[in-house]
Nanobody, 122 residues
Framework: QVQLVESGGGLVQAGGSLRLSCAASGSIFRINLMAWYRQAPGKQRELVAGITSGGSTNYADSVKGRFTISRDNAKNTVYLQMNSLKPEDTAVYYC????????????????WGQGTQVTVSS
């Protein structure tokens, strides 16, 4: 099947930066939408940013101008550059990819990474 491995989380002071990476591997034919979600304690998971296979992007209002999503199709990897981090950005960040596998006749499905913790101290 498909595996998503995230990296790049950690502890940073307010105003700092982090870069998250998510590499997809497995029986991949095509990756459509790639996205980052986050979930803070006691809150629902929310979309942070998404990017289509053609490079079109969308962002949550709360991160516009501070976060940048990008992808490397040759490496099946999506990135999230996070600048000017705020304490309210603290959450577990999850990678999500809509993938069509090489299994004949299969439809595209969503896959999730294991999550990476981002903690922003004030």
């Amino acid at each position: 099947q498909v595996q998503l491995v995230e990296s790049g989380g950690g502890l940073v002071q307010a105003g700092g930066s982090l870069r998250l990476s998510c590499a997809a591997s497995g029986s991949i034919f095509r990756i459509n939408l790639m996205a980052w979600y986050r979930q803070a304690p006691g809150k629902q998971r929310e979309l942070v940013a998404g990017i289509t296979s053609g490079g079109s992007t969308n962002y949550a209002d709360s991160v516009k101008g501070r976060f940048t999503i990008s992808r490397d199709n040759a490496k099946n990897t999506v990135y999230l550059q996070m600048n000017s981090l705020k304490p309210e950005d603290t959450a577990v960040y999850y990678c999500n990819c809509n993938v069509r596998t090489r299994v004949p006749g299969s439809a595209a499905s969503d896959y999730w990474g294991q999550g990476t913790q981002v903690t922003v101290s004030s």
